[in-house]
């Protein structure tokens, strides 16, 4: 790998954080304009695996799952339904950039995971991570202030959860095989289940305001954009690298929520914030060097 294809792949990985940011602004932008949560998601899956499933058919790939895997794939996109709503359901009580903070605390629910079931032993580092984050968070969310709303920390906690439950099965499921077809079927999954709960609820609204209109358009496209990028990422500098570069997203949650909903953090919380991708970034690093020297071994 080339210092100019891991640089390339830095840049997409980045840009696709910037699209996720954007996405999760424009949902709260959308809800303004009288539309809610599971009408969004239901548009933002489906036109996320309208886009795999065109890269697929023009890459020519296979998009067969043997009977176990395919199941295990339409499992794993329930949570992916269950985590999504998660996010996009808090952004409706507590600022955006705090509810992507909470659910970027993943890679650290991650190692504590690993460390549980024994694939991978405690480190000082990770542990003093772990202290770091808990102590950026505490201060991120003003705990002792108590003017948040104890339901979006608690929607923005449950997709954190959801999504290293996502991460660890979708590495069981996936292994080393091509993780679109894996994805389509989340995605295919994950849109039926936000169809039919909207459907039996008759939740289904439209924005009424041209604003709300461009976010609930742009922001679903945003996202199925950045989740190709992602792969293209991936398959030029692997799931590592393009994971360090994913830690922007926080960051331009804060900005997009400074700009687009006027959502400003206090100096505290801001400290708090820095904090917690600090330690977050930290353990992904130390993850990078653990994956390289795991390949160097092996050569």
């Excluded at 996320?48 to 697929?56: E, P, W």
């Excluded at 395919?70 to 709503?85: D, E, K, Q, T």
């Excluded at 709300?212 to 190709?228: C, D, E, K, N, R």
Aim: hydrophobic share 60%; proline share 4%.
């Amino acid at each position: 790998m080339t210092r100019s294809t891991t640089l390339f792949a830095a840049l997409l990985a980045s840009a696709a954080a910037i699209g996720f940011a954007f996405n999760t602004t424009a949902a709260k932008v959308a809800y303004a304009g009288g539309t809610n949560p599971l009408s969004y998601l239901t548009l933002r899956s489906a036109m996320a695996a309208l886009l795999v499933l065109t890269i697929l058919l023009i890459a020519r790939r296979g998009l067969r799952l043997p009977l176990r895997q395919r199941l295990a794939a339409f499992g794993i996109g329930a949570l992916l339904a269950l985590y999504s709503y998660g996010v996009l359901s808090s952004i409706q009580f507590i600022p955006v950039a705090l509810t992507i903070l909470i659910f970027y605390t993943f890679p650290l629910l991650t190692s504590l995971y690993m460390w549980a079931s024994g694939r991978a032993q405690p480190t000082w580092a990770t542990g003093g991570a772990l202290i770091v984050a808990f102590v950026g968070l505490a201060l991120a969310l003003d705990v002792t202030g108590g003017k948040l709303s104890f339901a979006g920390i608690a929607l923005a906690a449950m997709a954190a959860l959801g999504i290293t439950a996502v991460i660890v099965l979708n590495n069981r499921v996936v292994g080393e095989g091509d993780s679109r077809p894996v994805t389509l079927h989340m995605m295919v999954s994950a849109t039926t289940i936000f169809a039919a709960i909207t459907w039996i609820a008759g939740d289904f609204a439209l924005p009424t305001t041209a604003s709300s209109w461009a976010a609930f358009s742009l922001g679903p496209l945003a996202y199925a954009g950045a989740i190709v990028t992602i792969f293209i990422a991936m398959s030029l500098a692997g799931p590592v690298p393009t994971s360090l570069s994913m830690n922007l997203e926080p960051v331009a949650s804060m900005l997009f929520g400074f700009l687009a909903l006027g959502e400003i953090l206090s100096p505290v919380q801001l400290v708090g914030a820095g904090l917690v991708i600090a330690a977050v970034l930290s353990v992904r690093l130390a993850d990078a060097r653990r994956t390289a020297n795991a390949g160097e071994e092996s050569q």
